[in-house]
């Protein structure tokens, strides 16, 4: 399975990437949305963990974009934000989202959702 | 001006919960790195048990990282506790310099997510009797506005002055296309309740807040409750 990770905090990004990689997971990761567009461009993504908020471009903005591009593609949101009100919006719009600072198993969990693993 | 304090008072509400939100914000991306790389050392020890060799250089390197994100978060705090301290006296001496400093770290995301460098000209320390609170409220909303205008240089350049009547706070590298829309409705607000004169210089993309040296501070005073 094949992971794009997409944050503007480059070490978190890296480590996560890196983390995922260890579990078996084959893992890109880009700090900016152009990045994400030349990466997804060269290669199919089955998910994308976006950050929410990013410069130039918000993860919901890139998302589109992405799906455009590969239609195919399931996308996971994190964001810093961790109020309760931002969660629930969040889901409202049917989308999975993970509050920052989280364990790597719940973000391998919602992969495997997203996959229906 | 009574009801115009109380309206700048809820603006500050208002300003004060965003920064706090900011705040929260940075501190949650500083821990999800440390909760990474920390994640990572115990995934990179457990696979050295099973064999796989383990490289020091990348140990020193994840630790060191570590260290400097807990420096940065240390900072980010530092910077909520002054900014905290702002509304302990809602009228007394400010060192200028120090406000227009603190305000430009807090606005660090903003700047960040517009892709712009803050850079701030230092100065000799200018010290006004006004309020903290609001007039960083102003040089927020201030900058906040040269961020969403920025010039070609992607830069803005905050200068301060001072003479006689007072400090005049400089704001440059903004485009000139933008620059007749200020101050707004609650630039004015903020400005008339520190007294304060905002100009500008559309040539030179420039805005300029000029400060008295001391504030008529009348109306503040009566709302404070005396006992």
Request: charged share 25%.
């Given at each position: 399975m094949r992971v794009l990770l997409v944050d503007d905090e480059e070490k978190f990004v890296s480590r996560l990437a890196e983390r995922l990689e260890i579990r078996g997971f084959e893992s890109d990761w880009a700090t900016t949305s152009a990045e994400a567009f030349s990466k997804a461009a060269a290669a199919k993504y089955d998910v994308a963990v976006l950050d929410v908020?990013?410069?130039?471009?918000s993860g919901l903005d890139l998302k589109k974009k992405l799906q455009e591009m590969s239609p195919d593609m399931k996308f996971i949101f994190v964001t810093g934000h961790g109020s309760e009100e931002d969660y629930c919006a969040g889901s409202r719009e049917g989308f999975c989202y993970i509050i920052k600072p989280f364990k790597i198993e719940t973000l391998v969990e919602k992969i495997n959702q997203a996959m229906n693993v | 001006m009574e009801h115009e304090i109380a309206r700048a008072c809820a603006q500050g509400l208002s300003f004060f919960g965003k920064t706090n939100r900011l705040i929260s914000h940075e501190l949650k991306n500083v821990l999800a790195i440390i909760s990474e790389t920390l994640g990572l050392i115990d995934e990179l020890i457990e696979l050295s048990e099973t064999g796989m060799g383990l490289e020091p250089g990348k140990l020193r390197s994840l630790s060191e990282s570590v260290i400097e994100e807990v420096e940065r978060a240390n900072a980010i705090i530092r910077n909520m506790n002054t900014f905290a301290h702002s509304?302990?006296?809602?009228?007394g001496e400010v060192e200028v310099g120090q406000s227009v400093k603190l305000v430009m770290e807090l606005c660090q995301l903003e700047s960040a997510a517009k892709r712009t460098k803050l850079r701030f000209e230092k100065s000799e320390p200018c010290v006004l009797h006004t309020s903290r609170f609001f007039l960083e409220n102003l040089i927020h909303h201030a900058l906040v506005y040269a961020l969403h205008g920025?010039?070609?240089?992607?830069e803005i350049r905050v200068s301060l002055s001072s003479d006689e009547h007072g400090v005049r706070i400089g704001f440059a590298?903004?485009?000139?296309?933008?620059?007749?829309?200020?101050?707004t409705k609650k630039g004015h607000l903020l400005a008339r309740i520190v007294g304060a004169e905002v100009s500008m210089n559309p040539a030179a993309g420039e805005l300029t807040i000029a400060l008295p040296?001391?504030?008529?501070d009348a109306g503040i005073q009566n709302l404070i409750s005396k006992d």
């Open positions: 908020k990013m410069p130039h471009m | 509304v302990d006296e809602i009228v920025v010039g070609p240089e992607n590298g903004i485009a000139c296309n933008v620059i007749g829309e200020f101050p040296k001391k504030m008529d």
